[in-house]
């Protein structure tokens, strides 16, 4: 599967250079052309990357086109004593604590998380199990809360540590710098207009529209920037990237 779709790719790539070099943006943005070159495999991220402008907006759309369900999937309570703790005293002792390659780690209460200008969207979430839903998003961007903490030079890429665990060991994501800086990627503490509930990650979840919904992290308790996701779990950079080989590039 790798080599024939590297072999298309090759083949194809060479065989249409011209066209690659005159129109790539209209053929990425051509959907079949993206599903046959972004097909799931490995080279996809730098293909991706290459061809791709990687700030473009993932689609908005009107309230009316929200999903009247929006389904849970993994974790829908994290189950610990800590975080039932927390639950219970609607996470006023809940922090956020953003550390890492910055210059002013922060530890940050709901309250203040709440305070901070926010960004509301209506996207559409894609989990590769087979199923979408549109919601509607609310929180403060990534970059904003980044930028408070003064992001170091080195800094390569952010990871995200959840309340749940998996195999006793939190599930995690990260994403890098063109991601975390994205307009659309957030720290939702909203959903369609109520405060997150537990089953989608409260008390706040990521939302980085242009990948896939096992990005998109729940239950967030720690946001670190690092310039190296080696040494964080198996150092695929997430939980499903270790455990069942997804790419950790997820781009839709
Ligand atoms: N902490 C955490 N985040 C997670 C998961 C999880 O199990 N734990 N599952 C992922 C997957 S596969 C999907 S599709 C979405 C589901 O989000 P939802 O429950 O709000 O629909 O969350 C993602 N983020
Ligand atoms: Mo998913």
């Not at 249409?16 to 080279?43: M, P, T, V, Y």
């Not at 659309?184 to 919904?213: C, F, K, Y």
């Not at 920037?225 to 939980?239: E, F, N, R, T």
Request: glycine share 10%.
């Amino acid at each position: 599967m790798t080599l024939i779709t590297r072999r298309m790719l090759v083949g194809g790539a060479a065989a249409s250079a011209g066209l690659l070099l005159s129109g790539c943006d209209k053929l990425a943005q051509n959907e079949q052309f993206r599903q046959i070159l972004f097909s799931g495999e490995k080279i996809n991220y730098h293909l991706q990357r290459a061809l791709m402008n990687r700030d473009a907006l993932a689609p908005e759309f009107r309230p009316d086109q929200m999903s009247p369900r929006f389904r849970t999937n993994g974790t829908a309570n994290p189950g610990t004593p800590e975080y039932g703790a927390m639950v219970a005293d609607n996470f006023a002792n809940w922090r956020l604590k953003i550390g890492g390659l910055v210059t002013k780690p922060l530890d940050l209460s709901l309250a203040q998380v709440r305070s901070m200008p926010a960004r509301t969207q209506i996207t559409r979430h894609d989990c590769v199990e087979g199923w979408s839903a549109i919601g509607k998003w609310h929180g403060p961007t990534l970059k904003s809360v980044l930028q408070t903490a003064g992001i170091r030079p080195e800094a390569r890429y952010i990871v995200f540590t959840c309340a749940d665990l998996y195999s006793g060991a939190n599930y995690y994501e990260s994403v890098d710098m063109v991601d975390a800086f994205h307009p659309q990627t957030i720290l939702a503490w909203a959903m369609n207009d109520a405060v997150l509930s537990v089953g989608h990650g409260a008390p706040i979840r990521l939302r980085v529209e242009r990948q896939l919904g096992y990005k998109q992290a729940k239950y967030v308790m720690a946001v670190d920037a690092v310039a190296s996701l080696a040494g964080i779990g198996q150092g695929k950079g997430g939980y499903w990237e270790d455990s069942i080989d997804y790419d950790w590039y997820a781009g839709i």
